[in-house]
């Protein structure tokens, strides 16, 4: 069963970090592209970040380009995303999951942006 955690949220303030992370099981990481989206209050879910199944190709929302680097661990099953310069519009609950699939949502971690 494939299934999805993620963790490494909370409060911050503006200008601050946060290194989420998102361990996998059910599937090897390593065969997929993944990806993180977030769903910030009374909006829709949206895409952030992807990279490829071997790593080497990233792609970022234009809300988040040169701050937030996301990244993978094959050997721990596990996909990061580093998120640096934080702003209040950057609060919300983020997610993991490949790409282009149809897997069911794992219960997010939430992120506060606030001074």
């Known amino acids: 069963q494939v299934q999805f955690v993620e963790s490494g949220g909370g409060l911050v303030q503006p200008g601050g970090s946060l290194r989420l992370s998102c361990a996998a099981s059910g599937f090897t990481v390593s065969g997929y592209f993944m990806s993180w989206y977030r769903q910030a209050p009374g909006k829709e879910r949206e895409l952030v970040a992807t990279?490829?199944?071997?790593?080497?190709?990233?792609n970022y929302a234009d809300s988040v380009k040169g701050r937030f680097t996301i990244s993978r661990d094959n050997a721990k099953n596990t996909v990061y995303l580093q998120m640096n310069s934080l702003k209040a519009e950057d609060t919300a609950v983020y997610y993991c999951?490949?790409?282009?699939?149809?897997?069911?949502w794992g219960q997010g971690t939430q992120v506060i942006v606030s001074s």
């Open positions: 990279i490829s199944s071997a790593g080497g190709s990233t």
């Open positions: 999951r490949r790409r282009y699939s149809v897997d069911d």
